[in-house]
C-alpha cells in the first residue's frame, strides 16, 4: 500500500489528469489533495464566505472529475505546471459566476467575515495594513465584475496576463484595461477616504470654544 502511494505522490498534474479521464478515482483524490488549497483560496478571495468557498470547491473537483476526458492534452507543456491548476480556476471561476447568478446576491469579500474575526487577534504592527486591506476589499465589492475579478487574479492569485485571458475567456487587452481601472479607481476611492479620516481627525483636535 505505502508503494501505491510513493508511485501516485510522483505523478504529475497531467498524468493524473489523463488517469482521472479514464475514470481512476485514486487519481482523482490525489489531484484534490494536492490543489484543494490553492482552488479553495483562491475562491474565498473571490466570494469572501467560508461555506460558499468550501461548496463551490467541493463541486469544482467533482466537475473536474467529469471533464477530465475534456483536458486538451496536446497543449500540455511539462515545464509550465500552472496549467492544470489554471484549468482548475476556470472550472471554479464559472461554477462560482452561476452560483450566485442563481443566488442573485453580490458575492462578499473577506473583509467581512474573515479579517474582522482576526483583526482583534493581530499584533499591533500589523493593524494598520489589516485596516488598509479592510478597505481595499470594501471598495472592490463596490467594482464591475470584470475589473475586480481581473485585478484578484493578477494581485492575489498572481497570474499572468495570458493566464488571465484564458480563464476569463477576454482578449490580453481587455485584461490590461480592466486591471488599469480597477487600480485606478482603488486608487481614488483610497485617496478619498485618506482625505475624509484626516478632516475627520482634524475636526476632532480643533479645541472648543467655551460656550456661556
Known sequence: MVRVLR??????DYQLILEISQGNKDSWGLLYEKNFKAVFFY???????????C???????????EKAKDFDM???????????????YGIAYNLYRNYY??????????SQEIAGEQRNSLP???????????QIYEILEKMPWKWRDVFILRNFENLAYQEIS???????????????????????????????????????????GNHP
Not at 508511485?7 to 504529475?12: A, F, H, L, V
Not at 475562491?43 to 468557498?53: I, K, N, R, T
Request: hydrophobic fraction near 35%; include cysteine; proline fraction near 3%.
Open 43 to 53: 475562491l474565498l478571495h473571490l466570494c469572501g464566505h467560508y461555506e460558499d468557498a
Open 166 to 208: 484564458g480563464l476569463l475567456k477576454i482578449s490580453m487587452s481587455d485584461v490590461k484595461v480592466s486591471l488599469f481601472r480597477a487600480r485606478s479607481m482603488l486608487q481614488k476611492e483610497l485617496h478619498k477616504k485618506m482625505l475624509k479620516e484626516t478632516r475627520t481627525d482634524n475636526s476632532e483636535s480643533k479645541p472648543k
Open 55 to 65: 461548496e463551490i470547491c467541493q463541486n469544482t473537483f467533482l466537475t473536474a472529475f
Open 124 to 134: 499591533q504592527a500589523h493593524l494598520e495594513n489589516q485596516e488598509l486591506l479592510e
Open 101 to 110: 447568478r442563481k443566488k442573485r446576491i453580490p458575492s462578499g469579500l473577506p
Open 7 to 12: 508511485y501516485m505522490e510522483k505523478k504529475d
Open 74 to 88: 496536446t497543449k500540455v507543456d511539462r515545464g509550465n505546471e500552472k496549467q492544470v491548476v489554471n484549468w482548475l
